[in-house]
């Protein structure tokens, strides 16, 4: 919610009531389509794995295994190619959000002044940095059990970002 905001703010135009309207309009037809994207990705990564995996009775605890396993499975290398780029795709759009609105917190909301290039370098640092040291202290074990306590975090944390949000713009 604070990124879309920060997006439409960011956008050059003069201020009348035509061009707000028309940045606002440009703004929901990216956030339609980076949503929708976001959704049909992760979507298909489900609808495979359930075909797949769940007709056959196969319990998948990694993902290293459900790529090997996709490919032998279903008879092709390029299904776990498929499989992987989409996971690809949509950690890159995880990360890129979580960058982005971690910039716009700093700007916004902290006022910081700080050159734009060093503070997206020191807002990926703080995304990368943590995820890069779990990884090299555990190896490949520890990256699936980082990616369950990521997502459980990710549970616990969105109510506090949702429901201040709802609450603020409802209308009364």
């Known amino acids: 919610f604070y990124l879309h905001s920060g997006l439409v703010q960011s956008r050059k135009f003069a201020y009348n009531i035509r061009n707000l309207r028309q940045a606002f309009k440009f703004n929901v037809i990216d956030t339609v389509i980076s949503l929708n994207f976001a959704f049909f990705v992760n979507a298909s990564i489900l609808i495979v794995a359930a075909a797949v995996f769940y007709t056959r009775g196969i319990v998948v605890e990694e993902l290293q295994d459900a790529y090997t396993l996709l490919g032998s499975l279903m008879g092709t290398r390029v299904a776990s190619i498929m499989f992987g780029l989409g996971l690809f795709c949509a950690g890159q759009s995880s990360t890129l959000t979580g960058t982005m609105a971690g910039q716009i917190v700093m700007e916004g909301f902290l006022?910081?002044?700080?050159?734009?290039?060093?503070?997206?370098?020191?807002t990926r640092i703080v995304a990368i940095v943590p995820a890069?040291?779990?990884?090299?202290?555990?190896?490949?074990?520890?990256?699936?059990?980082?990616?369950?306590?990521?997502?459980?975090?990710?549970?616990?944390?969105?109510?506090?970002?949702?429901?201040?949000?709802?609450?603020?713009?409802?209308?009364?």
């Open 132 to 172: 890069v040291i779990v990884i090299l202290a555990t190896g490949e074990s520890g990256t699936y059990k980082l990616l369950i306590f990521s997502q459980v975090v990710l549970s616990l944390a969105l109510p506090f970002a949702v429901i201040p949000v709802v609450r603020f713009t409802a209308s009364a």
């Open 111 to 122: 006022d910081l002044q700080i050159a734009p290039w060093l503070r997206r370098l020191g």
